[in-house]
């Protein structure tokens, strides 16, 4: 299956930005899109294109059909969800992980599609592209399908039941070494359950 598909980069004027955003909104939202709902990824997506250190990936089918995407780009400073994560950790985890940081954003995978590698393929492509030394994403604490992944991929847990945006929306807060960096995380710079 995977030697049937394409990857390829993407950018705010790609011809399939609507197509990722109904996918966005297919994966993250409701069944019941709103029009006013892709207008809005459109419009999100667009804004993080242009961020500093993006890299935008999509993935066809043979046929040509959007199965996947995944963006991220380099956390900066004063950049909204990058502020809601370093609110979450202490600043000791904040220059370990949010100082060379790439921000692993989004990752959809077509419902037909999935279980068959894309997602992997599509991790491992964004990953290989960012010259970054860490990476971190947030997930949903209940979305087990993508912890398993991120777990399988050498990801950490740098803390759980993170209220990044609601404490109604808890989230997990991911981090990974990236390029070459092999060590084993410092103790300080996991999470530790204080239960």
Partial sequence: ????????????????????????????????????????AVKNIRKHTGYEGFIGLKCKDAKGKLIGFAYGYTSLSKQFYREKIANQLSDDKIDFWLADCFEFVELAVNHSYKRLGVASKLHDELLANTNCGTAV??????????????????????KKDAPIISKDNLQVIMGKLLNGNHFNFPEQYKYKNET
Avoid: H, Q
């Fill in 1 to 40: 299956m995977l030697e049937n598909i394409e990857i390829d980069y993407f950018n705010s004027n790609d011809s399939d930005i609507e197509k990722i955003a109904k996918l966005y909104c297919m994966t993250f939202l409701t069944d019941n899109i709103l029009l006013e709902d892709k207008e809005n």
């Fill in 137 to 158: 994403l947030t997930t949903a604490i209940k979305n087990k399908p993508a912890l398993n992944l991120y777990r399988k991929k050498g990801w950490e847990v740098i």
